[in-house]
């Protein structure tokens, strides 16, 4: 089972993280795959900051920086992973991603650090669902995987687990 992990360092992505671990405990042919996506609404880049630096470079940083906290969450827990950092259209690459891997699942929370968000949902989850011609799981605020250590998540385990 290959689970695709959009990771954008808010609370609700590192519970998505959690949940996809515990979906892949026991599955020895699984592997979890985190995704950041940077873009200029992201990255908070004018026009202006683009030609003073080099946009790739920039976010290449922050998505080794947001990733940090998932990846040592895969490594503690022993499943295997990968990590990706891509640049363009948050929802557009989370759904080509999932196609040129051939996820099975893609598993997100509700609520990231998008600018405008929805309703309901987050504007990229919402988005995501409706674009995916696979599973979405939707982690919500409230869901508690059973038997994710803290050390996994550090301080974003708390949050998890209450």
Known sequence: MKLLVPVDGSVAAYRAVAH?????????????????????ETLGLSDVDV??????????????????RAINACE?????????????PTCATIIRLAH???????V???????????LLLGSVATAVVHAADIPV????????????????????????RT
């Open 20 to 40: 996809a671990l515990w979906l892949a405990q026991g599955r020895p042919n699984s592997r979890v795959v985190l995704l950041n996506v940077q873009n200029r």
């Open 51 to 68: 030609r003073k630096h080099d946009e790739g470079e920039i976010a290449s940083r922050r998505s080794q920086k947001v990733l940090r």
């Open 76 to 88: 503690a827990s022993g499943t295997s992973f990968d990590a990706r950092a891509e640049l363009g």
């Open 100 to 106: 040129e891997i051939h996820a099975d699942q893609i």
């Open 108 to 118: 997100m929370g509700t609520r990231g650090l998008g600018r405008v968000s929805g």
């Open 137 to 160: 799981t939707l982690v919500k605020k409230s869901m508690r995987p059973p038997s994710i250590k803290r050390a996994e998540l550090g301080n974003e385990a708390a949050a998890v």
